[in-house]
Structures are given as C-alpha cells and as structure tokens.
C-alpha cells in the first residue's frame, strides 16, 4: 500500500530520544515504529466496536435484555448519591 497521507507530532526532546532508542531495539525507524504502535492501538480500540458476532439465540438475547425494564439498584443509588473521595 502506497503511504500518501502525512501525519506531524511534536514532541518534548525527551519523547523523542525514548522513542529513538526504542525504534533503535526494534531495528526499525522512529516513524515505522510509531505507526505501528499507534495502529495496534487503535485496532485494539475498534476491535470490539466493529462486529458483534452473534447466534440467532444470542441476537434474541441481546435484544430482550436490551428492550428489558430497568431494575432498580438501590446499594448502587445510595453509593452514587454518597460524596466521593475526591469531593
């Protein structure tokens, strides 16, 4: 696949020689090790907001729980309704 696209960063000096040096143990660039990272990233992010495999019994599932009442959760209530700690 042909690289187009452009993407710039800025970075403190130090961001850049920890990422130099790792691109370095890698044997690769610093650009090639940043895509890389960054696209296993945002492949982990997506992965389980892409596709919800279902069976036809567990798609019925999923839909009764999802047009199902709200039950009420008192212990919840009080706990949220309680200053937390960094109150």
Avoid: H, Y
């Avoid at 187009?4 to 960063?9: H, M, Q």
């Avoid at 997506?46 to 008192?74: H, M, S, V, Y």
Wanted: with cysteine.
């Amino acid at each position: 696949m042909q690289r187009t696209d452009r993407i710039d960063l800025r970075v403190s000096p130090e961001d850049k020689k920890a990422l130099q040096a790792v691109a370095e143990l890698q044997g690769t660039t610093v650009s090639t090790f940043i895509l890389s990272s960054a696209l296993k990233a945002a492949n982990e992010e997506l992965a389980d907001r892409r596709l919800f495999n279902l069976t036809a019994g567990e798609w019925i599932n999923f839909q009764e729980a999802l047009d199902a009442p709200i039950c009420p959760k008192p212990r919840l209530k009080k706990l949220l309704s309680e200053p937390g700690v960094f109150d």
